[in-house]
């Protein structure tokens, strides 16, 4: 994909279209979320794979998944909350704003999933 801004606007009309065309519950809140975690998950791939990373999107009327696949060999790192460290923080970010997260290595690098369902409330 190659640009963060590129991929949160191909993520937000992949949303209005499911919404459109599924009727799937994506409050304006819950797309937010949404794409705060596309963004962050681009920005782990652009940072530190050493190469290009493609953004994939999946979902029905009920749930929506993200998967950011990129180049890199090195799974990211989920600190504990910290709130005096400095940078860090997207896993953190990305852990308690999805339903269920996964990650790992596969042949050419990793890939990383969020899962998020619409039919539950946002986080408040």
Same mark, same amino acid.
């Given at each position: 994909?190659?640009?963060?801004?590129?991929a #949160?606007?191909l993520?937000?009309?992949?949303?209005?279209?499911?919404?459109? &065309?599924?009727?799937?519950?994506?409050?304006?809140?819950?797309?937010?979320?949404?794409l705060l975690?596309?963004? &962050?998950l681009?920005?782990?791939a652009e #940072?530190?794979s050493?190469?290009?990373?493609?953004v994939e999107l999946?979902?029905?009327? &009920?749930?929506v998944?993200?998967?950011?696949?990129d180049s890199g060999?090195?799974?990211?790192?989920?600190?504990a909350p910290?709130p005096?460290?400095i940078?860090g923080?997207?896993?953190?970010i990305v852990l308690?704003l999805?339903?269920?997260?996964?990650m &790992?290595?596969v042949?050419?690098?990793?890939r990383v999933?969020?899962?998020f369902?619409?039919t #539950?409330?946002?986080?408040?």
């Amino acid at each position: 994909m190659g640009s963060i801004g590129a991929a #949160r606007q191909l993520t937000a009309d992949f949303l209005h279209q499911l919404a459109a &065309e599924w009727y799937a519950p994506v409050s304006a809140e819950r797309m937010q979320d949404v794409l705060l975690v596309v963004s &962050e998950l681009a920005t782990n791939a652009e #940072r530190h794979s050493g190469g290009p990373y493609l953004v994939e999107l999946e979902g029905d009327a &009920e749930s929506v998944r993200v998967t950011v696949w990129d180049s890199g060999s090195t799974l990211p790192r989920v600190f504990a909350p910290d709130p005096l460290r400095i940078g860090g923080h997207g896993m953190e970010i990305v852990l308690r704003l999805c339903d269920g997260l996964t990650m &790992e290595l596969v042949p050419v690098g990793k890939r990383v999933r969020a899962h998020f369902d619409l039919t #539950r409330p946002t986080v408040a």
